[in-house]
């Protein structure tokens, strides 16, 4: 059983920055995750991959991303970030932390960001 917490959402301006941070607790330890994402989704819009890693640290970005956002991870692999920049209202959602492999698909709550010009 693993547990994620995203965190680091908030208010920010058009042009901002905020890091987001997906903590994992459990058994995250036993948790090989092949992989790591994150993912938002905006009221009345369908959920959209921000950017994943892979458990080899192959990393790939969504449209959303647009060159602004950097994933990355910590050594043990229990947490995620999301480094995003040049931040627009258009960002303004809830973004999710996922850990995935075969058998396991866990996701966190959310953390909510909201740009404003």
């Known amino acids: 059983q693993v547990h994620l917490v995203e965190s680091g959402g908030g208010f920010v301006q058009t042009g901002g920055s905020l890091r987001l941070s997906c903590a994992a607790s459990?058994?995250?330890?036993?948790?090989?995750?092949?992989?790591m994402r994150w993912y938002r989704q905006a009221p009345g819009k369908q959920r959209e991959v921000v950017a994943a890693?892979?458990?080899?640290?192959?990393?790939t970005y969504g449209p959303p991303a647009k060159g602004r956002f950097t994933i990355s991870r910590n050594n043990a692999k229990d947490t995620l970030y999301l480094e995003m920049n040049s931040l627009e209202p258009e960002d303004t959602a809830v973004y999710y932390c996922?850990?995935?492999?075969?058998?396991?698909?866990?996701w966190g709550q959310g953390t909510q960001v909201t740009v404003s010009s």
């Open positions: 996922n850990f995935w492999n075969w058998e396991n698909d866990y």
């Open positions: 890693m892979t458990s080899y640290g192959d990393t």
């Open positions: 459990g058994s995250i330890s036993s948790f090989n995750a092949i992989a």
